[in-house]
């Protein structure tokens, strides 16, 4: 089981995202799933969706072994998170990494979601399927 990962609550804030780039970009730009979740990807998250715990023991394995994760989007935040974690250590020199973490994921929002197109475009197409009362749905044109 995946208890370190905020699994429901990215979801559930990945399609207000949705819905807000829709309400915010016209009909112009998105006129399909698939260019939903193209815009989408490239959209800030209110948080990373990763536990406190989990993220510190994390940061000292990535900082003792040296290796990052394989992904690429679990990579690269893995990246933001340190290098966000960093730079908050050097402004208070008395904060410790845990310390730090924690600001960093409390108070911080992320760049991106850290997925990519393919995942994000499974995610709408599964909502589409057990949400049919508020689907996104595209007017053919």
């Not at 940061?59 to 003792?64: A, D, H, N, P, S």
């Not at 992904?71 to 845990?98: F, G, H, V």
């Not at 310390?99 to 499974?122: E, M, N, P």
């Amino acid at each position: 089981m995946r208890t370190h990962r905020l699994f429901r609550l990215r979801e559930q804030e990945f399609i207000e995202s949705c819905r807000s780039v829709i309400l915010t970009a016209g009909g112009d730009e998105i006129d399909s799933l698939n260019s939903l979740a193209a815009k989408v990807v490239h959209c800030p998250a209110p948080r990373y969706y990763v536990d406190i715990d989990y993220a510190y023991r994390m940061l000292l394995e990535i900082r003792k072994s040296g290796q990052w994760p394989r992904r690429a989007e679990n990579r690269r935040m893995w990246q933001e998170i340190m290098s966000k974690t960093e730079r908050a250590m050097e402004r208070d020199r008395s904060l410790s990494l845990i310390q730090a973490v924690t600001q960093v994921l409390v108070y911080d929002g992320a760049s991106s979601y850290f997925i990519d197109r393919k995942t994000a475009l499974r995610k709408l197409q599964k909502y589409n399927r057990t949400h049919k009362a508020t689907r996104f749905f595209f007017a053919p044109r």
